[in-house]
């Protein structure tokens, strides 16, 4: 599988260098070159420094022939801002983003792009490992984020 | 139970609210009071403005009556460090820290620190979504990022 991948951090780096190992031809995008030492030493895919909201960038990193695009850059509007431009524009077929924020993960994944809400799963996880009770699916630690963001009248929206 | 948590981020707000609606007695504590506005306005728990490595912030939360400690801020050191406080001096029974760097979850893990690594759970979910894949298990996804980690020669250790 073509894969592209925008933001080298630890969790871009860490797919990054798990799906390179396991045969997948990966190009990875980030706007600072030093991001990239986090990937392993033995990473086999492409580096490249840019931003992943500008066409040009996509392009170089040949977004038009991958099968899969993932923006886990630390903003949430980055990352849904490029992978609009990855399915709308690209068209690429499978697209995945990481959204800290609860509800927008939601509101998004009802628009039809996976999302990640890597807050949710934390949350629910240490929950359950305080009340030492057996994990939970992702997906009922989603419902958790949500019933709690949606309850809340100040929750932060950055 | 009585549950006292360190860092009032997404994170840390979203099991302080959903555990507080749950009926448990929460405490809370930040270093800047401005963090709790994102509990939900239904929290009726106790906010403490301080530093969680410093035992006298931790004595004012009542630590010593705690049935649980929870870590985290966004410094993996200050997660320790605190548990660890939490452990050994105010005698709390169950301690979790969040920690964001694979290669040391695992380690504190074998101490007998419960750690939640998020980086990897993240990684592991967002590469098993491109593949179409059914989920695993987080004990899958927490090996995924140490046999990451322990291949990285550059591997990033703040």
Chains 1, 2 share one sequence.
Do not use: W
Not at 9 to 30: F, K, L, P, Q
Not at 51 to 69: K, M, P, S, V
Not at 80 to 104: C, E, G, N, T
């Amino acid at each position: 599988m073509k894969i592209v991948i925008l933001g080298c951090g630890r969790v871009g780096s860490t797919i990054a260098s798990v799906m390179s190992r396991e045969g997948h031809d990966v190009t990875i995008i980030d706007q600072n070159a030093d991001a990239f030492r986090r990937l392993s030493s033995d990473f086999s895919g492409k580096t490249i420094v840019g931003n992943g909201i500008d066409e040009d960038t996509l392009r170089r990193a040949e977004l038009d022939r991958a099968d899969a695009f993932v923006a886990v850059t630390n903003g949430d509007n980055r990352n849904i801002m490029s992978v609009q431009l990855a399915k709308v524009r690209f068209k690429v077929p499978k697209v995945v983003a990481r959204i800290y924020d609860p509800i927008r993960a939601a509101a998004y994944a009802e628009l039809g792009i996976e999302t990640v809400c890597t807050t949710c799963v934390g949350a629910g996880l240490i929950r359950d490992k305080v009340l030492g009770r057996e994990f939970s699916t992702f997906e009922e630690y989603l419902r958790l984020g949500i019933t709690n963001a949606s309850m809340e009248g100040e929750h932060e929206r950055r």
